[in-house]
């Protein structure tokens, strides 16, 4: 952004004006209409702009910042402001979808929290705002005074900005450490040791026959997750007509676990032995060494694993012939929840029960690089340096060690001892708030900026809109800094960042033997970045020195009855998402808690505690003690607690701060490569103090209700219907009334919908039908952030949802099962966390409820106002305008999916300037108002407007609601039923099909299609 | 004649009586006004609160839509079905001891009608376009939906508002020109204008006492009617312990002991404190408290059917629903409501318990208690377990539900204890109809 | 007795005799007599309506019930009517159930027919016996306690023989009203 636009929060005619020039000339900038203290009147467009059409939205192709795996986003802006983000189709990573933390980048964007303007330290230890002239040559004066005392933490950055920050960083002689909390250093470090390769492989989820995974939560947070559920819903969704057996071995099942065929809680830290013992019997059995493991694996038999693991060794064989019997099967480790001392051993292991399996090559592709940082160990070199008082000026970006590292690592500490601390952070982190000079660097969706997630994807990152507040782009900061500080930072010539990014992208033109650089630009631009082939994968031998294989007993600090468990928060990821109020309102996968920290222990271990859900136990490890609601989760092993990663801010803005607990206070400083986060044993004593979980589940049985049916492999193959499949199993459908009385109340409801066809419902109309596979569905929640983004659904807070009050059109009710169908009696269950008590180890079933759009919709009649009634086109439609707010449609909706707005949440949801986020073609509902799903009836109506202007019908596909067009597994299909061709008419044929409560005739227009379960072969 | 029951006044006696009901208020009956003047304040307050923020003050928990409200509502609409009854359905009876009640009683209805009629507009989400419920032309060019129940209710309501309100206003006519004529000063004036220039002239008896029956005749399918509509608000839905054929019926015979049930809390101390005990005696609580007896065991019956059609039914929802409300977390309201309405009313099958007015009293305290309970039972505990167990939740009342029913409590009495002072809480005429005339040739015509 | 003010004041006042009864078959007696001498003019007032004064004045039955009648079936036409239309007048379906369904409207026709049949009667018993009410006619307080009344209009000259009449069936108390 040109220099004279500076400071941008004056914008009168004139500028406007300027801002549209710029927009129409540089093809990609935005008419600013952000902040809403800048545009006081309506200014109409003396010249029109191409790309602002006043009600029109504009799309921009970038990339997403939110976590390591560089996803390709498509970002829609209306009125030069950006309002939802989506997968890029074109991104081989992502291929169009997009996880929740994606796509709450939005609250992030205009998240109330972010610093608004450069800001420097003052004497009464606040902070005061200055210039950017002034920042910069404040950091300038310091930089020439500290020489090569530099040092600079940056997170794992692959890309222009990375190399710009290297190169810059070396100039100075100073020390860069590129640090992300979640890196998986052990899988490097394994693939180095065990194939001499440093990286971390893509992986081929499905292609694989069979998959076990030793706690590596691939859904969630491990490696590249939405191009994981891709592939696992290909290999494990029943798509064609087989289901990939998937085997969990680790002491807590996370969301990943939850999707799993067989959990096997395996003892904390036992992982190596089980994935030797395996690769031992394998070896075995196949007869065939050419590994030359055999003597190494010698000593890891199914009986020293079963000592180890808790497992009892006929499993372990069996686990292990059925690994081999499947061909390519996969394994992988390395989550950060199973992160010990010694997972560098379990790493090593499974890349040996890989590569003996024969699936390296075939479901594990080296060659495509992910992106990495430098691993712990560095930092902490970094960190000794600062105790040291070697470094004079710390810059941190992008980075917020002091919440990411264990209070006991002493970070902030040591980097107090910096004499001058600068963060180039969008918001008032942890290590921010330590620093003597912040620089608000540019959102992700503000600046240029490019990624390479791997090798053959150029990610490009273009700004979508004006910024928000007065910021910078990191590399613009860079680069105004060296003009200042001149001296060894001279050589750093570019004019601008954008400029400098270009010339690389010119380069990196040539690199690729690109005739037209401009064309080329152009064309990135447009597509959101290049995209090549990987390199062919290379060929990969055994490195392994003298084939030794070392398996360490694990050992844990502190002398507690629990060993401690913390990973990833499935939608704050390591605290950074904590910020975002779609993130803490969107319940957790697993436990479906919203807002707040909790203790997960098993029903055994609550029995023996005398615990229940919401009582607040205190737990202690050597290093500190916490304090958390307890919530009693079947799937958890009995001598093990966890609690998620990502509460107990100390800063980063209001929604943040306070929040819970930080599960790291309870860890040792790191010592090694990486930080393990499972290292120690708690002790958990009882408080005596209760709360209510914040949580979103009413009673988790469905209590013989058939409401997530599900029907073994073989039945699914043979082509049965769910009706079927239960009578084949001894729960014959019992139909109470006679052949004839069946045809008579069939005649008569037919005859009732005959007399509905009056006025324009006798005309020809489509008729809007959803299908979701529950084979397909992972329960990840993708759709439900889609959801609330796309129309605008307020977030309603703790207070409200312990209420039972949240507004999610699209919810993920997850169903406890136990072996076989059905599972409960009637007048079982209780209320709510209370009772999510269910039997040992039972199943999950996780099914997306929102409006099912009922042809004979019972919410309708009982309103008197007609505010709920139905479409000529089959939707069932809510009129919030009509709408007086009796309720009765909420009561008779026999799926409880109509949410009421019993607060003015259109006022509370949206802090300045988190409002500039909605949507402007979905009304904001007032207090008083039903509300639900509408099927995304503003892109119906919006395809429909089109294709009317250019006289041709609808398209199948051409348009799909938020919810499908978000969904990684693709389990969610929207159409037209009347059409036989499309999609969503022919999955309706599925013999899976079926509907929620088809009993009670109200004819939903949403079928589901029974999960396919993979049972141990008896 | 009825027997047992013989009156030993003139008509000059009753007109002195009645009219000595009015004279000036005493201390206690200032302090009653007062006290539920004050009552009425709080749900005003209340009211406010509710339209300031929204409805969320209140303890709504999803699935509970409906709650406490709903519940007084149709709590006040049950009250005001005694009246109608004794005043229109007894009169067809022809059954001479609701005489003596029936003025009470009537007014009670008009007042409980009115006080239920205010919850619907309290309960919307948007109070102030409540008024769109009516058929009127607008300009959203919109009827309302007539297959809504909620529409039929606005009908069946404001009809029965209406025509009982008639009724109660046709009845005091000949008595408000009574105390007219024995009224002075300025209370003469109001009392001569009420009086419609009633003088009970042979034309007048006429019109009226034909009028008098066909008002009852329309009277009497109207108050079935309303309890009926009512309770089709719950039986059309498709709600899991509401959906049932019996709630017509079961639900008139609720409102009708419910509003005895009120009856008998109101006069029992009225009759002391206006000192008309000669007139309401033994004999009229005896038959009052039969019919609570007769409608106290339908009820019973009812509740019985109730289960017994969920088991019958195989219907794995209707069993759910009935299973959780006696043992799950409503079972306290549950048995509140079996225990107050069926078993206590059973004491009544012993006269000592009939006539003597200290158990009456109590009596008719559990059954205000167990009517109020039992609606909350139908409404909360079906809604808080249909369909979807994921949905599932409980309710928590606050201040706001609390507020709003104490404000109801001391709206209707505000408005009985202002009736009772300024108008004959005991119909003179139809008295003096029942007594003989003196002859001059002696004995009876 | 003190002459009391009327209730209403009439525009002109119906000459007559006024007589009051304590007895009821007292008052009958006198009903009879005059109705005898053709004087059927009477207007008799009582506390309370009464058997014997109604046989012997001998009236017919009171026309309201046509009005009630009336008043109901226009309700029950208006209820059918007016939700039959209002469905079509903006056909939107709800619940999958037909435009106009019968079974519903019924409520509302039911309530309308008992409304307009209440209000229509008691229209009706207002116009009857207070608008079509005999104007100028005396009254006393005392007829709705415990009196008997009845006023014989007639002209001062056989004033006379009227008040003899009533004295002789029993009336306490006569007087002449002009």
């Known amino acids: 952004m040109p220099d004279d636009l500076e400071p941008p929060n004056t914008l009168d005619r004139r500028r406007f004006l300027t801002v549209l020039g710029v927009t129409a000339g540089g093809g990609a900038m935005a008419l600013s209409g952000c902040s809403t203290d800048r545009v006081q009147k309506l200014v109409p467009y003396l010249v029109q702009s191409e790309d602002q059409v006043p009600g029109v939205a504009t799309w921009y192709a970038s990339t997403c910042t939110e976590c390591s795996t560089g996803c390709g986003v498509h970002v829609r802006t209306r009125e030069g402001r950006a309002v939802k983000l989506e997968g890029n189709p074109e991104h081989p990573v992502n291929r169009g979808k997009l996880c929740s933390k994606g796509q709450a980048s939005l609250q992030g964007l205009y998240n109330p929290g972010r610093i608004k303007a450069p800001m420097a330290r003052t004497a009464d230890g606040g902070f005061a705002e200055i210039t950017w002239d002034n920042a910069i040559e404040r950091l300038a004066a310091k930089l020439n005074e500290a020489g090569s005392k530099v040092a600079v933490i940056s997170g794992a950055s692959r890309g222009t900005f990375g190399d710009l920050l290297g190169e810059w960083t070396a100039a100075l002689g100073g020390r860069l450490v590129r640090h992300e909390s979640f890196d998986h250093e052990p899988v490097r470090a394994a693939n180095r040791q065990v194939f001499g390769l440093d990286e971390f492989p893509a992986h081929d989820f499905g292609k694989a026959k069979y998959i076990i995974s030793f706690g590596a939560d691939f859904l969630e947070s491990w490696g590249s997750p ?24 680790a002491p807590r099942r996370d969301l990943t676990g939850l999707n799993a065929d067989e959990w096997v809680p395996i003892k904390p830290g036992s992982e190596a032995a089980l994935a030797l013992a395996m690769a031992s019997v394998l070896v075995r059995e196949r007869g065939d060494d050419r590994a030359g493991l055999a003597a190494a694996l010698g000593s890891f038999t199914p009986a020293m694993a079963a000592q180890e693991t808790g497992l009892s060794a006929a499993t372990i064989e069996r686990l292990a012939r059925e690994f081999a019997a499947a061909r390519p099967s996969l394994a992988v480790a390395g989550g950060i929840g199973s992160q010990h001392a010694a997972s560098t051993e ?78 180039i952070s969008s918001y008032l982190d942890e290590t921010a708030a330590l620093c003597d000079l912040l620089l608000p660097q540019h959102h992700a969706l503000e600046r240029w900026d490019d990624s390479r997630p791997r090798a053959g994807v150029h990610g490009l990152m273009q700004p979508v809109m004006e910024p928000v507040f007065n910021t910078l782009a990191a590399g613009e900061i860079l680069l105004r800094v060296s003009r200042k500080a001149a001296g060894p930072l001279a050589r750093f010539t570019a004019p601008t960042w954008d400029e400098h990014l270009k010339s690389r992208w010119r380069d990196l033109a040539t690199e690729l033997g690109e005739g037209d650089p401009v064309a080329f630009w152009h064309s990135a631009v447009q597509r959101g970045g290049v995209f090549r082939d990987p390199p062919a994968p290379p060929q990969v031998a055994l490195a392994l020195a003298d084939g030794r294989l070392a398996y360490t007993k694990p050992t844990f600090e502190g002398d507690g009855a629990f060993t401690f468990l913390t990973y990833p928060h499935a939608m704050l990821h390591d605290g950074r998402g904590t910020n975002k109020p779609w993130l803490l309102e969107n319940a957790d996968p697993v436990t479906k808690i919203t807002w707040h920290s909790w203790v997960e222990v098993s029903p055994a271990a609550a029995t023996r505690l005398d615990v229940r859900d919401g009582e607040i136990v205190e737990l202690t490890s050597p290093y500190g003690k916490v304090e958390a609601p307890v919530y009693v989760y079947p799937g958890i092993r009995d001598d093990a607690v966890a609690i998620p990663l990502g509460f107990g801010h100390t800063a980063y803005g209001s929604f943040a701060q306070g929040r819970g607990v930080n599960a790291l206070d309870l860890l040792g400083a790191p010592r090694g490569e990486f930080v393990p986060y499972l290292s120690t044993k708690v002790a958990v004593q009882k408080t005596g103090r209760y709360r209510k979980l914040a949580s979103v589940a009413g009673v988790p049985r469905q209590l013989g209700r058939g409401i997530a049916e599900a029907m073994p492999l073989e039945a699914a193959k043979r082509g049965l219907t769910v009706q079927q499949a239960r009578a084949e199993e001894g729960h014959a459908h019992h139909e109470i009334n006679t052949g004839r009385e069946l045809e008579a109340i069939h005649g008569w409801g037919e005859a009732q919908t005959r007399a509905t066809q009056y006025g324009d419902y006798a005309n020809e109309h489509p008729q809007w039908g959803m299908s979701i596979d529950l084979a397909k569905c992972t329960g990840c929640s993708a759709c439900v952030t889609a959801c609330y983004a796309e129309n605008n659904i307020p977030t309603v807070g703790e207070s409200e949802v312990l209420r039972g009050r949240e507004m999610t059109w699209l919810r993920i009710e997850r169903y406890w099962e136990d072996a076989g169908h059905g599972g409960g009696e009637p007048g079982e269950g209780g209320h709510g966390p209370e009772s999510s008590e269910p039997a040992a180890a039972p199943s999950a079933r996780f099914v997306p409820m929102l409006c099912q759009h009922c042809g004979n919709a019972p919410c309708e009649p009982v309103c008197p106002v007609y505010a709920a009634y139905h479409t000529a086109d089959g939707l069932n439609g809510q009129v919030y305008n009509r709408c007086v707010g009796t309720r009765y449609c909420a009561n008779n909706c026999p799926y409880k999916v109509r949410y009421f707005n019993w607060y003015k949440y259109n006022e509370q949801a949206w802090p300045e300037p988190l409002h500039l986020q909605l949507n402007p073609d979905v009304t904001v509902r007032a207090r008083g108002v039903m509300e639900k799903c509408t099927f995304c009836i503003q892109r119906i109506r919006d395809t429909q407007n089109h294709a009317r202007l250019e006289d041709r019908p609808i398209r199948d596909g051409e348009f799909t609601t938020a919810c499908a067009q978000a969904c990684p597994s693709d389990a969610i299909v929207f159409g037209n039923v009347k059409d036989p061709g499309s999609k969503v008419a022919r999955i309706k044929q599925d013999a899976r099909g079926y509907h929620v409560l088809e009993e009670i005739n109200v004819r939903p227009a949403v079928t589901y299609l029974a999960k396919v379960l993979h049972p141990v072969e008896a | ?120 507009i309290i309960h919307i989400g948007r109070q102030w376009i ?25 009908f069946a309501i404001s009809t029965y508002l209406t025509v009982s309100t008639t009724f109660l206003c046709f009845g005091l006519v000949p008595d408000v020109a009574a105390i007219r004529d024995k009224a002075t000063g300025w209370r003469r004036k109001v009392y001569e204008m009420a009086a419609v220039g009633w003088r009970g002239t042979d034309n007048q008896w006429r019109h009226y006492s034909r009028a008098y029956l066909y ?65 309401i005696t033994d004999y009229h609580f005896d038959n009052l408290a039969k019919l609570t007896l007769l409608t106290g065991s339908i009820l019973f019956y009812a509740y019985g059917m109730e289960y017994f059609v969920a088991w019958y039914s195989g219907n794995i929802f209707e069993q759910t629903t009935f299973f959780r409300r006696a043992f799950g977390p409503y079972w306290w309201a549950g048995w509140t409501m079996i225990i107050c309405n069926a078993f206590v009313s059973q004491l009544l099958w012993f006269r000592k318990v009939r006539t003597n007015l200290t158990s009456l009293f109590v009596i008719s305290i559990f059954i205000n208690i167990g009517m109020w309970f039992e609606r909350y039972v139908i409404i909360v505990s079906s809604l808080s377990n249909d369909y979807i167990p994921w949905a599932w939740d409980q309710l928590n009342p606050t201040w706001a539900d609390w507020g709003i029913l104490a404000g109801s409590f001391g709206w209707f009495g505000m408005w009985f204890l202002l009736f009772a002072k300024n108008f004959p809480i005991v119909a003179i005429q139809e008295i003096k109809e029942m007594i003989p005339m003196p002859r001059k040739r002696g004995g009876h015509h | 007795m003190a002459a009391t003010k009327p209730v209403k004041a009439p525009s002109k006042r119906v000459p007559g005799v006024l007589a009051s009864f304590t007895y009821v078959d007292a008052a009958a007696d006198a009903i009879r007599a005059l109705r005898a001498q053709g004087r059927r003019n009477l207007t008799v007032y009582s506390a309370a309506p009464n058997h014997e004064i109604e046989e012997a004045l001998q009236h017919g039955v009171s026309p309201v019930r046509l009005f009630t009648l009336i008043g109901g079936l226009t309700g029950c036409a208006a209820g059918f009517g007016m939700t039959l239309w209002m469905s079509h007048d903006w056909p939107t379906v709800v619940g999958g159930k037909p435009i106009g369904s019968i079974p519903p409207y019924v409520v509302i026709a039911f309530e309308l027919t008992i409304l307009l049949g209440a209000l229509i009667t008691v229209a009706a018993v207002a116009f009857f016996s207070v608008a079509l009410g005999k104007r100028g006619v005396p009254y006393d307080p005392s007829f709705s306690d415990d009196k008997i009344g009845i006023f014989v209009p007639t002209t001062a000259d056989s004033a006379r023989q009227v008040e003899q009449m009533l004295r002789n069936a029993g009336a306490e108390e006569v007087r002449y009203e002009a």
């Open chain 2, 215 to 279: 008002l009852a005749a329309l009277a009497t399918p109207l108050v079935l009617s309303v309890h009926s509509v009512v309770s089709w608000d719950f039986a059309v839905s498709i709600v899991p312990g509401w959906h049932g054929t019996i709630f017509a019926p079961y639900f008139v015979a609720g409102a009708i002991y419910s509003g005895i049930g009120m009856v008998l809390t109101l006069i029992i101390p009225l009759r002391r404190a206006l000192r008309i005990e000669h007139m």
């Open chain 2, 1 to 120: 004649m009825a027997s047992g029951h013989v009156i030993t006044q003139t008509h000059a006696d009753v007109t002195r009586d009645v009219v000595g009901t009015l004279s000036p208020p005493s201390r206690g009956y200032v302090l009653l006004l007062l006290g539920a003047v004050s009552l009425f304040l709080i749900g005003i307050l209340t009211f406010l609160f509710l339209i300031k923020d929204g409805l969320g003050h209140a303890g709504y928990q999803p699935p509970i839509f409906w709650s406490v409200y709903i519940t007084t509502f149709v709590f006040w609409v049950g009250i005001g079905h005694a009246g109608t009854l004794i005043s229109a359905i007894l009169f067809l009876f022809r059954s001479p001891w609701r005489t003596a009640v029936y003025r009470s009683t009537e007014a009670m209805t008009v007042f409980a009608v009115m006080t239920a009629g205010l919850f619907p």
């Open chain 1, 346 to 423: 379990v790493c090593v292991a499974v890349n040996v029960l890989n590569f003996v399996a024969g699936n390296v090559g075939e479901t594990v592709l080296f060659g495509a690089d992910m992106p990495m940082a430098d691993g712990h160990a560095a930092l902490a070199k970094l960190a000794q340096a600062m105790e040291g008082g070697e470094i004079a000026v710390a810059l941190v970006h992008d980075a917020n060690p002091a919440y990411t590292l264990p209070k006991s690592s002493g970070f902030a500490a040591r980097l107090a001892k910096v004499g001058f601390k600068v963060s």
């Open chain 2, 130 to 154: 409540f008024y769109w419920l009516l058929p009127y032309p607008n300009s959203r060019f919109l009827w309302p939906n007539f297959k809504s129940p909620l529409i039929w209710d606005v």
């Open chain 1, 226 to 249: 939405i191009e994981h559920q891709r592939g696992f819903a290909r290999s494990h969704g029943f798509t064609d007509g087989d289901v990939a057996r998937f085997v969990y071995a």
